[in-house]
């Protein structure tokens, strides 16, 4: 148990559809990261935020958006929904320093499928 | 664009056999990590390589970070069947925030 959770473990929408998925991290961890997981692409970076800022964007489409919050806690949200989008989405935290021993722990991630 | 090309994308194997899997590109990382991903579950952090000609040492797997710091090896002495899973190697630039990933390598050690 990596002590980041992330609800739902499985979601199923329909396209259009927009979602949120949300994550916690581990106690006395800034930053928070998401990913996306494919079987083609693998898994990619989407955006980072510590202590309640942005900090790193990656391959994100304008579609998505995400945000923490001053708990820590932070929302992924994927709006107009394609079928491509179906992945494993994954959250991780890490203390946030910087540098490049800074741990990165993820989270069991949430399985979305787009009908 | 930086990417990382793993390999052997599928590798199966006798339980007690040596293996080595492979993680290059032509991009330059400021650190290299290893992770194990199991079914239905994140990936887990291995180890981090940050300097070039590293090697590191955890239990029976040795990684070792190429002396450019555009590739990385990882072998197994005598593959267990708990070392079945997907091992991804990511790469990281400066501050460390954007990983990466490559596609991974799928390990299965058949008993």
């Known amino acids: 148990d990596s002590g980041v959770t992330q609800t739902p473990k499985h979601l199923i929408t329909a396209t259009g559809q927009r979602v949120t998925l949300r994550c916690s991290p581990r106690?006395?961890?800034?930053?928070v990261y998401w990913y996306q997981q494919s079987l083609d692409q693998g898994l990619q970076f989407l955006i980072q935020y510590y202590n309640g800022e942005e900090r790193a964007k990656g391959n994100i489409l304008e579609r998505f958006s995400a945000q923490q919050f001053p708990d820590l806690h932070s929302e992924l949200n994927l709006s107009s929904l394609e079928l491509g989008d179906s992945a494993l989405y994954f959250c991780?935290?890490?203390?946030?320093?910087?540098?490049?021993?800074?741990?990165?722990?993820f989270g069991p991630g949430t399985r979305l499928t787009v009908l | 664009t930086q990417l990382l090309e793993q390999s052997p994308q599928f590798l199966s194997i006798q339980e007690g056999e040596n293996l080595t899997v492979y993680c290059n590109s032509s991009s330059v990382f400021s650190s290299l990590q290893w992770y194990r991903q199991e079914p239905g579950e994140g990936p887990v952090l291995l180890v981090t390589v940050v300097t070039g000609g590293e090697v590191k040492k955890l239990k029976r797997l040795t990684f070792q970070f190429g002396d450019a710091r555009k590739d990385s090896s990882l072998h197994i002495t005598a593959a267990q069947t708990g070392d079945t899973g997907l091992y991804l190697c990511?790469?990281?630039?400066?501050?460390?925030?954007?990983?990466?990933f490559g596609k991974g390598i799928t390990l299965s050690v058949r008993p």
């Open positions: 991780a935290s890490s203390v946030g320093r910087q540098g490049l021993r800074d741990t990165q722990y």
């Open positions: 990511a790469g990281g630039t400066g501050a460390n925030s954007k990983l990466t």
């Open positions: 106690s006395g961890d800034l930053s």
